[in-house]
Structure formats: structure tokens, C-alpha cells
């Protein structure tokens, strides 16, 4: 393109007129935030416990059975994971991740009983 415009004949020195709002007198005011969790191990290493917590019960049943549950313990198939969670104080997690299934299946025998009168009495 080699068309040549004319001049629109407004003064260049002349600046336009400046409109004072309220959003002009934040100008350059700028917020940044840096969130401290996303690189915090702590935090990571509690929600790689609290997701490991949560796959225990499964796992548990799975390793021993369901009719370890139902048939040995007598717990109700739609109680399972109540009365893990029941036996959990006890300390079956920590045994658990320590290998010591003998020591878990014990508990859970024994504390099946107690459970079973607490569940009959509702």
C-alpha cells in the first residue's frame, strides 16, 4: 500500500484529557500470592498417609478374605469396614505396614466379639 494520508490536523503536543476514577487510583498496585502447600513435603507426606489410610480397609479385605469376615469373624458383610475402622485405635494400620499379619488377625478375632455385642445391642 503506497497511499499517502493527510495530516488530521491535531496539535501533537496537545495530551487528552485525563479521567480521574477509582480503578486510576489503583494503578500499578498489583497483589501476588504465593501458596506455601504446594510445595511443602509435610503436606504431601500427610495426604500420601491420609490416601494410604483410606486404600487400608480394602486391601485388608482383600489379603484375608471375605470369608475370613463373614464366616470365621461373623461381622456382616455390610459392616466390614465399619469394624476395621472399630479395630483401627488398636493399632492394625501400624502392624499392618510393619508385616505382622498375625498380630492383626488376632486383634481382629478378638475384638469381633466385642464388636458383635455392640452391633446385636442396636
Given at each position: 500500500m503506497k497511499i499517502v494520508e493527510a495530516d488530521d490536523n491535531i496539535d501533537k503536543r496537545v495530551r487528552p484529557q485525563v479521567v480521574n476514577t477509582v480503578?486510576?487510583?489503583?494503578?500499578?498496585?498489583g497483589v501476588a500470592a504465593k501458596i506455601?502447600?504446594?510445595?511443602s513435603e509435610r503436606l504431601w507426606a500427610l495426604?500420601?498417609?491420609?490416601?494410604?489410610?483410606?486404600?487400608?480397609?480394602y486391601k485388608i479385605i482383600s489379603e484375608l478374605g471375605e470369608n475370613f469376615f463373614f464366616?470365621?469373624?461373623?461381622?456382616?458383610?455390610?459392616?466390614?469396614f465399619h469394624?476395621?475402622?472399630?479395630?483401627n485405635p488398636l493399632g492394625i494400620y501400624k502392624l499392618h505396614k510393619e508385616s505382622k499379619l498375625i498380630e492383626v488377625?488376632?486383634?481382629?478375632?478378638?475384638?469381633s466379639v466385642s464388636y458383635l455385642k455392640i452391633i446385636k445391642k442396636d
Open positions: 480503578a486510576n487510583s489503583f494503578e500499578g498496585v506455601p502447600f504446594k510445595d495426604l500420601k498417609e491420609l490416601k494410604q489410610k483410606e486404600e487400608f480397609s464366616e470365621k469373624l461373623k461381622i456382616p458383610a455390610e459392616n466390614y469394624f476395621l475402622e472399630y479395630c488377625i488376632k486383634i481382629l478375632e478378638r475384638e
